[in-house]
């Protein structure tokens, strides 16, 4: 059995794309993954499945669309991979609030993209992520999830340092 952070882009923000997290539950667990949670309202999965990352993030995807009628991105990583994420993070974490992760489907061909008024916020692109340090804060920073995806042309979702995190612990409690 392999234990998955399983991350769904795009659901319950401002409204939109509302899944709520008991039925999100109930649906995969009828999928036979075990030891299903979730934590809080945005998407982020920890769970149990014989079936690769591939295989876990396409069965959720078509379940998501049958059931609630939604086109969501899914992507999927080992506590492991997780871990080396956090640990990779290459920017000071002595204010959380300014701190986050894009994680992406694919390794992006680019190593830079141009974002014009970016100010002090800063992000390092490494392999399938894109760390972000942003000092002016989210509501203010132009490197947002959707200029990310733009410029890169991949699918990303972004996490807060607290969301990572607890991600990791839950995905590695005993």
């Not at 998501?64 to 920017?91: C, N, Q, S």
């Not at 490494?126 to 760390?131: G, I, L, S, T």
């Not at 990303?156 to 969301?163: E, V």
Request: hydrophobic letters at 35%.
């Amino acid at each position: 059995m392999n234990k998955y952070i399983v991350l769904l882009r795009g659901i319950n923000v401002s409204g939109k794309n509302k899944i709520p997290m008991a039925e999100l539950r109930e649906v995969l667990n009828t999928l036979g993954f075990q030891n299903v949670q979730t934590y809080i309202q945005s998407g982020n999965i920890v769970l149990d499945a014989n079936e690769s990352k591939i295989e876990v993030c396409s069965k959720i995807h078509l379940s998501i669309k049958e059931k609630f009628g939604f086109d969501i991105p899914v992507l999927a990583r080992t506590p492991e991979e997780w871990k080396k994420t956090i640990d990779k993070y290459p920017f000071p974490i002595e204010n959380e609030k300014i701190v986050a992760f894009s994680f992406l489907n694919k390794v992006p061909a680019q190593k830079e993209i141009e974002v014009k008024g970016i100010n002090d916020d800063q992000y390092k692109i490494e392999d399938d992520m894109v760390y972000l340090y942003c000092s002016s804060g989210f509501g203010k920073t132009k490197l947002t999830n959707n200029t990310i995806e733009k410029k890169l042309a991949v699918i990303a979702t972004t996490r807060n340092y607290k969301t990572t995190i607890k991600l990791l612990e839950l995905a590695t409690k005993n």
